[in-house]
Structure formats: structure tokens, C-alpha cells
């Protein structure tokens, strides 16, 4: 079975700073994929950004960045130049091509402050 | 394109009672997940279905079971609430698994 685990359940950054939330996972899968998820406060699930791996580069999305290291099994998310609507919860998940699901750490709660 | 959609969005019911949850996924999407959302528990598998099969089932009892249809929409039921069923069911869908799952709003569940 796989695990995903953050460790922080609650960060807080001031606007315009950078900040990096910790994922790591526990799997025996060879053929995996990962995922960054924000849900905002009582609103919607939105992906942040994938990361799959058996690429080594680590997957961008405009001020959302990834650390992937495989080896040690640790996907960590880095946001730059946060922004208040940025606030929300964050969750890391796995998925694994055989398994045909999620599975999702518990999340992080993202305060961004003026 | 048009997003997962849920219906309903809210819903209160007695324990003992059963529900019957809706989920559209976007167009060409043929996979669909179903997740639990709770405070203590966090996000929980329920299950996923493909061109009308189920591929993989969470840890959960029988009550809770599912279906989609050939126009990929799916449902899913649970039978005899009990209170601490009540959560945030979310709906998600993709081309399969291995892609991007998005998610729509969610169902709010309440027993009372």
C-alpha cells in the first residue's frame, strides 16, 4: 500500500515571499505519478501541478515548482512570490498506473498574509 | 469545456435513510473517481470506474456502492446512513487514472 505524508499541517508565509511544502511518499511501485492539489476555502479542488516519475526534471508551472527526488521519495512543492489567493488547503497525492486511484496526504494549511 | 459538475450540492438526511449522489464528468473523461472528504480522515478513496466498470474500491463498507453509466456520468448510493457519514463527497474525472483527475465541487453530505 502506498502513504503520502506532510508533515506540516500548517504553514504561513507573507505576500511576495517563497515558501515549500514538504511531501514525501512510501511505495514499492516502479511506474508512479504525482500530484499537487490546492483547495481554497470552501471552494474547489484545482490541480497545482504533475510530476511523473520517470522524468527527472522537475515539473514548473509559472510560480509553482517541484522537488523531485526519487530516491529518497520526497516531492516537495515550492511556491514563489506568494500571493494571498494562494491561501488554501494543499494536498500532495500519489497515483500509481496499476492502481486506478489517489491517495492523498493529509494536507497543509497555506496562510498567506499582506 | 465544461467542468465535473455535482448534483446535489447539499444535502441533509436521517440516519437510516439512503442517498443517491450524481457526478458529470467532462466531456471525453471515461474515468471516474469518487473520493470521501473529512475532517479527521482527510481525503479517502471510495472508488473509480472506467467505461462502466469498477477497477478499484476503497476501503468501505457495502453501503456504499456505485455506477456509471455508457455516457460516463456515475452515481453513487449509500444505503442505511449512519452519522458519521456525513463529509464532502468529490466527484473527479480524467482520460484515465494516469492523467490528471479534476475535481468538481463536491456534495455536502449531512446525517442528522
Known amino acids: 500500500a502506498q502513504t503520502v505524508t506532510q508533515s506540516q499541517p500548517e504553514m504561513s508565509v507573507q505576500e511576495a515571499e517563497t515558501v515549500t511544502l514538504s511531501c514525501t511518499y512510501d511505495t514499492s511501485e516502479s511506474n508512479y505519478y504525482l500530484f499537487w492539489y490546492k483547495q481554497p476555502p470552501s471552494r474547489q479542488m484545482i490541480l497545482v501541478i504533475r510530476?511523473?516519475?520517470?522524468?527527472?526534471q522537475n515539473a514548473t508551472e509559472n510560480r509553482f515548482s517541484v522537488n523531485f527526488q526519487k530516491a529518497a521519495k520526497s516531492f516537495s512543492l515550492k511556491i514563489s512570490d506568494s500571493q494571498l489567493g494562494d491561501t488554501a488547503m494543499y494536498f500532495c497525492a500519489f497515483g500509481a498506473n496499476s492502481g486506478y486511484a489517489l491517495n492523498f496526504g493529509k494536507g497543509t494549511s497555506l496562510l498567506v498574509t499582506p | 469545456k465544461a467542468g465535473v459538475t455535482q448534483t446535489p450540492r447539499y444535502l441533509i438526511k436521517t440516519r437510516g435513510q439512503q442517498v443517491t449522489l450524481s457526478c458529470s464528468p467532462i466531456?471525453?473523461?471515461?474515468?471516474v473517481s469518487w473520493y470521501q472528504q473529512t475532517p479527521g480522515q482527510g481525503l479517502q478513496f471510495l472508488f473509480e470506474y472506467f467505461s462502466e466498470t469498477q477497477r478499484n474500491k476503497g476501503n468501505f463498507p457495502g453501503r456504499f456502492s456505485g455506477r456509471q453509466f455508457s455516457n460516463s456520468r456515475s452515481e453513487m448510493n449509500v444505503s442505511t446512513l449512519e452519522l458519521g457519514d456525513s463529509a464532502l463527497y468529490l466527484c473527479?474525472?480524467?482520460?484515465?487514472?494516469?492523467?490528471?483527475?479534476?475535481f468538481g465541487p463536491g456534495t455536502r453530505l449531512t446525517v442528522t
Open positions: 473527479a474525472s480524467s482520460l484515465d487514472t494516469s492523467y490528471e483527475q479534476y
Open positions: 510530476q511523473e516519475a520517470y522524468k527527472q
Open positions: 466531456s471525453g473523461h471515461r474515468s
